[in-house]
């Protein structure tokens, strides 16, 4: 019996040991991501997550961004004569990523192209871009993506009348459609599919 009480106080005198002296040689790191004064997330990071963390991020991002306020953009046109070379309405994604108004293609005066929107209204996300895409009605990412698309840069505001400058040299009879997209997620928020006149 009294061995078995001394078996017990050195077992429990060992954990106690172990302890209060284990964090002297074991480190416990921690790697906290930084997000940027305008909330953004660092893409390459992300995608270097496992899928579990990616889609678990992906749903609180999303989550929060859907109910971040509004931002909301007031652009003009550009003065002189304008041709409309095709026009659509925005439709939603699905039942969270919704969008409506109106996207025109017009070519300015000195040739070059700009996509303007009005009476605009998307559901807000993380890292929105605009692209121009080839494919005639996009319903999914893979429409998207496997069609090819082009990039007019990031979402100035997810309300709100605004323009986007084409690059210069583009090709635009390829593009047949204007998608809201997150860049973040590949997730498509809402496109318009283009018709011509």
Known sequence: MKRVVVFLVGVLVLAAAWFFVSPLFIDRAVDEEFLTEDGSVDLDKLTAMPSIE????????????????????????????????????????????KGSGRATLYELPDGSHVVRFEDFRTTNGPALVVYMAKHPSPTSASDVTDEGYLSLGKLKGNVGNQNYQVPRGTDVSEYNSVVIWCEL???LFSPAALTRP
């Open 54 to 97: 990616r889609e678990s991020k992906r749903q609180r991002i999303m989550n929060a961004a859907a109910a971040a306020p509004d931002h909301t953009m007031t652009e003009s046109m550009p003065s002189g004569v304008l041709r409309v070379l095709a026009q659509g309405r925005f439709v939603d994604a699905d039942i969270v990523h």
């Open 185 to 187: 997620f590949n997730v």
